[in-house]
């Protein structure tokens, strides 16, 4: 029984010393508690690092800790304090800072990846102007603070800590470069996307190639200037037979995701893209009728211009029908041997 006591004491030993007991208890609670955890004093009790439980000793070692910016007051609006860990290497920043400048870095550290206005930074440490912006001067030579953009808000003069990177919200995301919309970036990737999802929308044939002539190396002038005529002889219905339709019920179409890991494999972004922000950008081109959703909105194809002359029409899901590709459309009639009624065609397309 005395042996198990004396192991228990062992576990435990009491500091012989007041900075001995506040380095125990640090070392106690950063062990235990992670630095983004705020924890009370019922929380430090079970921890057996202050001797018989004896509050005033609590008190002097957090107070300590406070001063030396081991622990962080954290208080929610309420009675009830709490506190936050601090690492040793960002106390360090705090104990080479006068109070003004520990103040602002306090403001601008619990901002997080949003940053603060410096209105707003001064508008909670009530500082003169002056001081603020000696302050943010001083924290910003010692590379502790950065500005950064907003692209909702460029005028404003906002500030991050400098080694954190802004949110998407603050930037604009990867479509924005220093607050500002990259256009050119957009319509380039506009463009990718769209041959990509083209190359996926519809069956494209091979090329038939020229015929050779046994016997000749090459195509005489005169045969080489009668397959140029033909090839303008085409027509436009001819010509669009090159994107032929899929099937009905066919799934290939690429989703949001098959087209975000694309780009990101293409090397035509700097930055990776998200899945959220290459949505908005197929929407983008979905209202500029570049683009059509399938597959209930999980997929995406593009749209074929129209045949005929007038080559800004469109064709929609209406005239991909049966009837527009149909090899006896000249056939068919109202109470003929090929009609609406009888039509196989439909019934495999509405299959």
């Not at 235990?32 to 005033?56: C, G, M, T, Y």
């Not at 954190?164 to 990737?189: I, K, N, R």
């Not at 995406?300 to 006896?328: H, M, W, Y």
Request: glycine residues 6%; proline residues 5%; contains cysteine.
């Amino acid at each position: 029984m005395t042996t198990s006591m004396d192991d228990a004491l062992d576990a435990h030993p009491t500091p012989s010393s007041p900075k001995e007991l506040c380095n125990a208890l640090y070392a106690s609670c950063a062990s235990r508690f992670k630095a983004d955890v705020v924890f009370h004093q019922e929380d430090i009790w079970p921890l057996k690092i202050i001797p018989n439980d004896n509050l005033s000793e609590l008190m002097m070692c957090i107070n300590r800790l406070m001063q030396d910016g081991l622990l962080k007051l954290h208080n929610a609006g309420g009675s009830r304090a709490g506190w936050k860990v601090v690492s040793r290497e960002n106390a360090k920043k705090y104990q080479n800072l006068t109070i003004e400048e520990a103040l602002v870095y306090s403001y601008v550290e619990s901002s997080g990846r949003e940053g603060i206005w410096t209105r707003t930074i001064r508008s909670r440490t009530n500082l003169h102007q002056t001081t603020m912006n000696r302050c943010l001067k001083i924290l910003e030579s010692k590379i502790l603070i950065k500005p950064i953009q907003s692209a909702k808000f460029p005028k404003r003069k906002i500030y991050i800590l400098a080694h954190l990177q802004p949110s998407d919200d603050v930037t604009g995301g990867a479509f924005y470069t220093d607050g500002a919309l990259d256009e050119e970036f957009v319509h380039q990737l506009c463009i990718w996307v769209e041959r990509y999802v083209l190359g996926r929308s519809w069956y494209h044939p091979p090329a038939k190639a020229f015929p050779k002539k046994k016997g000749k190396s090459k195509l005489s002038v005169e045969e080489a200037d009668e397959l140029r005529a033909q090839e303008f002889r085409l027509t436009e219905r001819e010509r669009a037979t090159a994107m032929i339709p899929m099937p009905a019920g066919y799934t290939g179409y690429p989703t949001v995701s098959e087209i975000t890991k694309a780009v990101n494999e293409s090397g035509i972004s700097d930055v990776v893209m998200k899945e959220a922000e290459m949505r908005q950008l197929m929407e983008i081109l979905c209202w500029d009728n570049r683009l059509l959703k399938v597959m209930g909105g999980k997929g995406f194809k593009t749209i074929r211009l129209g045949d005929g002359k007038d080559s800004s029409k469109t064709q929609n899901g209406l005239t991909e029908a049966p009837c527009g590709r149909c090899p006896v459309f000249d056939l068919c009639e109202e109470s003929g041997p090929v009609n609406a009624r009888t039509c196989t065609y439909f019934q495999d397309w509405l299959a």
